[in-house]
């Protein structure tokens, strides 16, 4: 995570223990503080947000992963964090592993490293599958993880950008989930009168995140495809299903952007009319490096009490405190 430099991935800071009890300690791996939050927090927070924004955003942030040669194995909205300028960037990369070796994934790994709460649903099949095997047989182990397992959690982040449903939104418990995955059940659908009315203006988009949930890893694009039909924000997300078959994007081949213009608004943000000075105590406000470019960079590592002092500008000066 520290070598990687991108504007859609999180800058790695360094790491800080912190008490949760009598002689015990744990590591936090910390990055700069986003007062929006996750991707999943801001959507709320701002619904009439341009929710197509984030979507290329994260698909770029991907490539880039992959290119680099790695996995991220937990990719969802809540490991998704949107930065001062609107900018979706994937953080959390404890459970993330090389391609390049022989990673596995099992039961005892998973609980090890980030508990099978709010991660089931986000799991490819094959990360699923391997829940259900014995894997204390060499001959049951399952095989290593692939970059598929991102396409797949990038297609469902997708759907929940657009229309705030999660994988497998019928099933209201985990274990559920896993039957469903045993079935080859798809994380979404069917929808009797055709696709989420969210989609309908991006009909082409719809088709993406189907191939990118596919059951078998092997049919699924890579992040490159996906980011390449993505590029352009007004035309890739706009084709009809058989323009885009036509240009066989998932193939390799590049489309024509000579024509590449933007025309979709970027939402204000309400920073750039609010200035906040956040203080946070007691000694759990880290300040992890020095850069030319910032003062100092700060991060939180565990749910500090936050008093918040708002100066808003305006013809007549005036200030809030709130805590």
């Known amino acids: 995570w520290a070598v990687l430099d991108h504007p859609n991935i999180a800058p790695f800071l360094g790491f800080s223990f912190y008490d949760v009890g009598q002689d015990v300690k744990l590591l936090a791996l910390v990055s700069p503080w986003m007062a929006n939050g996750s991707l999943s927090d801001y959507l709320k927070h701002y619904p009439s947000a341009d929710r197509s924004k984030a979507i290329p955003e994260i698909a770029a942030g991907l490539a880039y992963l992959h290119d680099t040669g790695i996995i991220h194995r937990d990719l969802k909205p809540q490991n998704i964090l949107v930065s001062d300028h609107g900018t979706a960037m994937i953080t959390d ?12 994934f099992t039961s005892h790994s998973l609980n090890q490293t ?21 894997t204390a047989d060499n001959q049951q182990k399952p095989p290593p993880l692939t970059r598929a397992v991102d396409i797949w959690a990038l297609g469902c982040v997708v759907v929940v950008i657009m229309t ?16 469903k995955v045993v079935e080859k059940k798809p994380p979404y659908g069917p ?25 078998d890893e092997n049919l699924r694009p890579s992040a490159q495809e996906v980011k390449r039909a993505l590029d352009d924000v007004d035309q890739a997300l706009r084709y009809s299903t058989q323009a885009l078959s036509q240009t ?29 000075i956040v203080v ?44």
């Open 164 to 179: 705030g449903l999660n994988p497998y939104h019928t099933v209201p418990a985990d274990p559920g989930v896993i039957i």
């Open 280 to 323: 946070v105590f007691p000694f759990d406000l880290v300040m992890v490096d020095v850069r030319a470019k910032f003062l100092f960079h700060f991060a939180v590592v565990i749910r500090p009490v936050v008093v918040s002092f708002s100066f808003t500008s305006c013809n007549s000066p005036a200030s809030g405190v709130s805590a």
């Open 248 to 276: 066989h994007i998932y193939s390799g081949s590049k489309t024509d952007l000579s024509t590449r213009h933007h025309v979709l608004p970027t939402l204000e943000p309400p920073w750039n009319r609010v200035r906040r």
């Open 114 to 134: 980030n508990g099978l709460g709010g991660t089931t649903r986000w799991m490819a099949p094959e990360q699923a599958l391997a829940l259900t095997r014995d």
């Open 191 to 215: 929808f009797p009168d055709g696709p989420p009315k969210q989609f309908a203006s991006y009909p082409n988009l719809w088709e993406l995140c189907l191939q990118c949930v596919d059951m």
């Open 93 to 104: 990369f404890g459970m993330s592993a090389l391609a390049d070796v022989n990673s596995r």
